[in-house]
């Protein structure tokens, strides 16, 4: 009897171990099932859905909207600085942060609501898509034509000089002749770069009288910035700006890349309106060094009724097929192999003269994205070859090879130079104040304003550097 009860225990022992073996074995082929049916239905595939609204089309990224459709966006701004109306506050209207330019922007079928999560989509579910470039070129050729902004903050007076006398009197002097100034400082800015337009306010971009009685006035070029967003009541502080400092110049366009070219065809026209009488004038960006005072020492002896065009020259430059560039230019755009000789935009001078002539010449051109080579086009229209002049670095200062523990942020260094591209605020404040400070000591200078200035080659002809827009890796970080 004993013997039995223990067989039966036995038997009810393995009994249970294969049920719960056969309930694992089910269980499992549910899970599988499961796992196959997810996988065929798409449910675990990421959804990307970016909703796309007419506000953010490509061809307002490039020339912005119609002049009808800006006026209702943008706010009103008083005709003069001195008028102490100010535009009304208006609520920001909530939308979307911009994505990253380097992510593709994919929309997909489905009526869901975009999603965030960070899901990394597998090889088997979807295709790599190709790079796609920087905006919308076909767009931009149906829309080029759209080259008229309103401008909204105008500084009227800021060409009017008056005479010495009467600039140290409060204008109660023996003299009341008022004349154009000696030379116009232009800068090209963003509504939110409040702190570079200040340091340059203070540093080389002063305005006043300098050596020899010459008179400088300084204006910052500026668009609508186009996300409003991330700088609440962009409107309001332009509009103080303007009224503190007078030198904000502001037009309706969307302050884009691809816009300066904008930038530089409504700035061209305003000297033709407002400053016609200007002897020469320095066109340059917020983040360059200036040297004024070589600038005005090389000036000496030019007149301003001849064409004159100085700075950092690029021959023989080839048009950008990279897509993933940020030059990029199909051939559909441009189909020619070379672009005219231009000057690198981190800074130029040029003659009242030829700034008139350019303003006409550029209305006959079309537009062209980038706008150092947009001036290059308009400069070949009207003949005037480019001169280039080796204090002109608007690519930074190259750190030799051979000593890469040369310090080239060195104040007697950057007094020879005359401009230099690539500062933050810091170093720019920093060397305006180096170079100025009385105690300082350097080697006998040699002057780098004799004219004109050439690259030497092996047999002694003037030497052409071949340069690829936008490729040469020679700014330094200090």
């Known amino acids: 009897m004993l013997k039995k009860m223990v067989t039966v225990r036995r038997l009810l022992h393995v009994k249970g171990d294969v049920l719960c073996t056969m309930l694992l074995l089910v269980l499992f082929c549910l899970l599988l099932y499961t796992r196959q049916v997810i996988l065929s239905s798409g449910w675990d595939r990421p959804e990307w859905k970016l909703e796309i609204h007419g506000s953010t089309s490509s061809s307002r990224n490039l020339l912005g909207a119609s002049g009808a459709k800006i006026s209702q966006e943008s706010p009103e701004f008083p005709s003069r600085p001195s008028e102490p109306g100010l535009p009304a506050c208006k609520p920001q209207s909530k939308s979307k942060p911009p994505q990253p330019k380097s992510k593709p922007q994919v929309k997909s079928k489905g009526k869901s609501k975009s999603r965030r999560k960070n899901v990394t989509p597998t090889k088997a579910t979807r295709k790599p898509l190709p790079t796609l470039p920087p905006f919308d070129f076909a767009s931009y050729l149906r829309e080029k034509d759209n080259r008229d902004f309103n401008l909204l903050i105008d500084q009227p007076e800021k060409c009017v000089i008056r005479g010495a006398k009467q600039e140290e009197e409060g204008g109660q002097g023996a ?189 006959k051109v079309e537009l062209f994205p980038i706008d150092d080579v947009f001036l290059g086009m308009c400069l070949q229209l009207i003949g005037v070859i480019p001169s280039r002049h080796q204090g002109f670095r608007t690519f930074g200062i190259p750190r030799p090879s051979a000593a890469p523990h040369l310090q080239t942020f060195d104040p007697c260094f950057y007094r020879e130079l005359m401009v230099v591209h690539s500062l933050s605020v810091p170093q720019i404040w920093l060397m305006w104040n180096l170079l100025h400070d009385p105690n300082l000591s350097c080697h006998n200078r040699t002057s780098p304003t004799s004219w004109p200035f050439k690259w030497k080659g092996k047999g002694g002809e003037a030497e052409v550097q071949e340069t690829d827009y936008g490729e040469k890796q020679v700014f330094v970080t200090h």
Not at 302 to 319: R, Y
Request: hydrophobic letters at 40%.
């Open 175 to 363: 003299s009341d002749k008022s004349t154009a100034p000696y030379m116009l400082i232009a800068v090209k800015s963003v509504a939110a770069d409040f702190e570079k337009r200040q340091v340059v306010r203070r540093t080389w971009g002063r305005e006043g009288l300098f050596q020899n009685g010459v008179s400088i006035r300084t204006v910052f070029l500026l668009g609508v910035p186009k996300n409003r967003t991330a700088l609440p009541l962009w409107d309001r502080l332009l509009t103080y700006e303007s009224q503190t400092f007078r030198d904000i110049l502001l037009w309706d366009f969307d302050d884009t890349f691809f816009n300066l070219t904008l930038k530089e065809t409504h700035f061209l026209k305003w000297i033709n309106s407002s400053c016609p009488q200007v002897k020469f004038i320095f066109k340059g960006d917020a983040d360059v060094y200036v040297n004024i005072e070589n600038i005005l020492e090389m000036l000496q002896g030019q007149k301003p009724e001849e064409d004159l065009f100085v700075g950092d020259i690029i021959v023989n430059a080839k048009p950008i097929r990279r897509r993933s560039s940020k030059y990029f230019v199909p051939e559909f755009v441009y189909g020619g192999g070379l672009y005219p000789s231009y000057a690198g935009g981190g800074g130029f001078v040029m003659s009242g003269r030829t700034a008139l002539k350019l303003s006409s010449s550029c209305q």
